[in-house]
């Protein structure tokens, strides 16, 4: 296999494993209202890299499932929506988090990296 075949499928893989967190780190830092350009930047001080393209849908999607309450806010020359945590959204955090909890700690064994 020709090295730059093998970058690209670590890259591939790299954003598999990143796209399934995405909604844990998001459902993470709304504890407090935030509108999404401000979540992208959250995310990135963070190390998780997001476009918008995969945000703004994420975050419609979970405010349909419950999990986030949004609302407008006229701030400066424009509205801006701002999305929360709701109280369901984190008792599935709670949940979720503990999920990867267990998940890291099965992979860490798996990898070699904890004593059994």
Do not use: F, H
Request: aromatic share 6%; charged share 25%.
């Amino acid at each position: 296999m020709n090295t730059q075949n093998e970058s690209e499928q670590v890259l591939n893989l790299s954003q598999e494993l990143r796209r399934g967190i995405l909604p844990l780190a998001v459902l993470s830092l709304l504890k407090e209202k935030k509108y999404g350009y401000a979540l992208i930047g959250d995310l990135a001080a963070a190390g998780i890299e997001i476009d918008q393209g995969t945000l703004y849908p994420m975050l419609r999607r979970l405010e349909l499932q419950a999990l986030l309450e949004s609302s407008w806010i006229l701030e400066g020359a424009r509205p801006r929506r701002y999305y929360v945590i709701s109280e369901q959204g984190s008792r599935i955090l709670e949940i979720l988090s503990q999920e990867w909890k267990n998940l890291n700690q099965l992979m860490e064994k798996l990898l070699g990296n904890v004593p059994n």
